[in-house]
């Protein structure tokens, strides 16, 4: 594996990144089990299978030139027991019946550590002294943020995996401080933890991949690698036809000819910026946004903030219901929703609505070409959506959500303020890496809440056999916003990942029952 240069945009994500705001994306899957020991077979099968995954193997370093930018390598340190962790059941069910802080959850996972990774003997080194590295690594890592794990349950049965009996562990409490963890940026920038599920039939696994290594869809892709068949998304053997290769011209003639493309091109990249400037300008300040959607900023030096996760699983046949009667797409729909359960939600919080167009929703856009196999790194646009939270019709809503949408669909993901991602390709790398601080403070006046589409295949997903129940995505959270929403289907059944800052967000698990009560309410509206 030869080394290569980050793009601008993976540069961009990973020079933002700070130890209160981490970036990177998660993935909660929880799988069925059948047998006590299915967890530590899992851990011990992704232990072995990391190990062969080029992908999985790379880490990123800065390199003098130019100056500013970073490279991937091989790491040739990589041991699967650094990045493979399994939960140790018995102290994540006390830390969450207790209500324990961040220290006492994520030492949970520090205790037993890459347990799997040592019983498998997995090709990568990872043996038994490779396990008591990453578990001495894991517990240095840990920060004390209390409190992340007392908000991650859903709010009814039907919320996800919620509602188990006495004893059961919610993985999603669980996976609020890991979230909150950054990453280790000396290694290769992922791991998996495979944790207690919410009863005796299953266990979960929490997937995190830094955004430089890869966008919703490719750290799909990743982390298909890693389960019992090969990644759906690979594409079939290229077909190489010989050609005689052409040489290019030399010389000062060649060189003029070459000018009008690069200038056209120049031209193009500039008024490419001015017009995504400018649209930013007019998306307008985040005046009027809910104070529940903002976060406090953290102090100089601030360590890990809190995090809290919940998770909703809801029936698509009354999402395609409401998409039949009301018009639209599945995406305008889950948008909607979205729109009307912070509205639900606000109000049984006894805050103000807010008056006007509504806060600023970025939905971000592949710009992978259809059909096309997801690879490394981003590909990624966006639209800007102002959340209709005014309007208390949920018809109205959805139209609203509707006529947003379409418009940023007819200017295209290349323009627009949702496109700001797109800057990055005109800024030189010393500019990411002095300016990464700046962007980073700058998210709240860009937008004011994420809400994303992971799209997921038709398959069903297994891991030694374990089959893949439920898939929660997990969104990385701005600076100074307090709520990031993810979205995806499997198995016909759409869910949502909650992501928010435990501080601001104390009761995140009213925010998924609310998401549940607009679907009800939605229902019976078109039925």
């Known amino acids: 594996m030869a080394t290569e240069h980050l793009s601008p945009l993976d540069l961009a994500f990973w020079r933002i990144e700070s130890a209160a705001h981490p970036m990177h994306l998660g993935a909660l899957a929880v799988l069925s089990a059948d047998g006590p020991d299915a967890a530590a077979r899992a851990a011990a099968l992704l232990a072995e299978r990391c190990a062969g995954l080029p992908g999985l193997r790379r880490r990123i370093h800065d390199v003098l030139l130019p100056v500013g930018a970073a490279v991937w390598s091989p790491d040739p340190d990589f041991d699967p027991a650094r990045h493979v962790f399994l939960a140790d059941?018995?102290?994540?069910?006390?830390?969450?019946?207790?209500?324990?802080?961040?220290?006492?959850?994520?030492?949970?996972?520090?205790?037993?550590?890459?347990?799997?990774?040592?019983?498998?003997?997995?090709?990568?080194?990872?043996?038994?002294?490779?396990?008591?590295?990453?578990?001495?690594?894991?517990?240095?890592?840990?920060?004390?943020?209390?409190?992340?794990?007392?908000?991650?349950?859903?709010a009814d049965g039907r919320a996800g995996a919620a509602g188990a009996g006495a004893g059961a562990v919610d993985p999603r409490a669980a996976a609020g401080p890991l979230m909150a963890r950054p990453l280790d940026r000396t290694r290769p920038p992922w791991e998996a933890h495979v944790l207690a599920g919410p009863g005796p039939d299953s266990f979960a696994v929490l997937f995190k991949f830094h955004h430089a290594l890869a966008d919703g869809l490719g750290a799909l892709a990743l982390a298909a690698g890693l389960f019992d068949r090969e990644p759906p998304f690979a594409p079939g053997p290229a077909v190489r036809v010989p050609v005689r290769p052409v040489p290019a011209p030399r010389g000062p003639r060649a060189a003029l000819r070459r000018l009008p493309g690069v200038f056209a091109s120049r031209v193009h990249d500039l008024g490419q910026a001015l017009e995504i400037g400018a649209a930013v300008a007019r998306a307008g300040l985040p005046l009027g946004v809910p104070d529940a959607l903002v976060a406090a900023e953290p102090g100089p030096g601030a360590g890990a903030g809190n995090r809290s996760v919940a998770g909703l699983a809801l029936d698509l046949d009354e999402v395609n219901l409401i998409r039949k009667v009301a018009g639209g797409t599945v995406n305008d729909v889950l948008i909607a929703l979205v729109a009307g359960a912070l509205r639900r939600w606000l109000a049984e919080r006894g805050d103000p609505l807010p008056r006007g167009a509504g806060p600023r929703a970025l939905i971000p856009v592949s710009r992978r070409r259809p059909g096309a196999a997801p690879g490394a790194g981003n590909r990624l646009s966006g639209y800007l959506l102002r959340l209709p939270l005014a309007e208390d019709d949920p018809l109205r809503r959805l139209y609203a959500v509707r006529a947003g949408m379409d418009r940023n669909k007819e200017a295209g993901p290349a323009r627009g303020a949702g496109a700001v991602a797109l800057l990055a390709d005109h800024v030189h790398p010393l500019g990411h890496r002095l300016g990464g601080p700046l962007v980073a403070q700058a998210a709240r006046l860009l937008y004011d809440i994420l809400v994303t589409s992971v799209p997921l295949p038709g398959l069903t997903f297994t891991l030694g056999g374990s089959t893949v129940r439920e898939v929660y995505p997990l969104a990385p959270l701005a600076r100074g916003q307090s709520l990031a929403i993810a979205v995806s289907t499997y198995k016909g059944t759409v869910h949502y990942g909650l992501v928010a800052d435990a501080a601001a967000v104390p009761d995140l698990a009213a925010l998924a029952g609310a998401l549940r009560a607009e679907l009800d309410a939605f229902v019976r509206e078109v039925s």
Do not use: F, K, L
């Open 89 to 154: 059941a018995g102290a994540a069910a006390a830390a969450a019946r207790t209500g324990g802080s961040a220290a006492a959850g994520a030492a949970a996972w520090a205790d037993a550590d890459a347990v799997g990774a040592a019983r498998a003997g997995a090709g990568g080194g990872a043996g038994a002294a490779g396990a008591a590295r990453a578990g001495a690594d894991a517990a240095a890592r840990v920060d004390a943020g209390g409190g992340a794990a007392r908000a991650g349950a859903g």
